[in-house]
């Protein structure tokens, strides 16, 4: 298993932008898949994007695509979800994760992080 730390969360006015960061420890981080989730008061954990373990497939929520990116740097051991015009319902707690399987539907988690918050004004 991997480690995660999770950076980057804020209060950002609607229309705004935000980065986040997510850091792995451990030598194998390369081998997993990488992805972002996020869980708003009250409602479920909902699947917000991953990437594949070499970075050359993504997988978006319906609710995110064209706004967010998620890259990954394998020899820093970092993910990051790059987001755009931030909604007021993108206000959430951002987990990063990492798992065996990730397609369009979502990913297999095998280790989580600890969750940054993101909020966004309207």
């Known amino acids: 298993q991997v480690q995660l730390v999770e950076s980057g969360g804020g209060l950002v006015q609607a229309g705004g932008s935000l980065r986040l960061s997510c850091a792995a420890s451990?030598?194998?981080?390369?081998?997993?898949?990488m992805g972002w989730f996020r869980q708003a008061p009250g409602k479920e954990r909902e699947f917000v994007a991953a990437i594949s373990w070499s970075g050359t497939s993504r997988y978006y929520a319906d609710s995110v695509k064209g706004r967010f990116t998620i890259s990954r740097d394998n020899a820093g051991n970092t993910v990051y979800l790059q987001m755009n015009s931030l909604k007021p319902d993108d206000t959430a707690v951002y987990y990063c994760a990492a798992g065996p399987v990730a397609g369009a539907k979502g990913m297999d988690v095998s280790s989580w992080g600890q969750g940054t918050q993101v909020t966004v004004s309207s």
């Open positions: 451990g030598r194998t981080f390369s081998r997993y898949n």
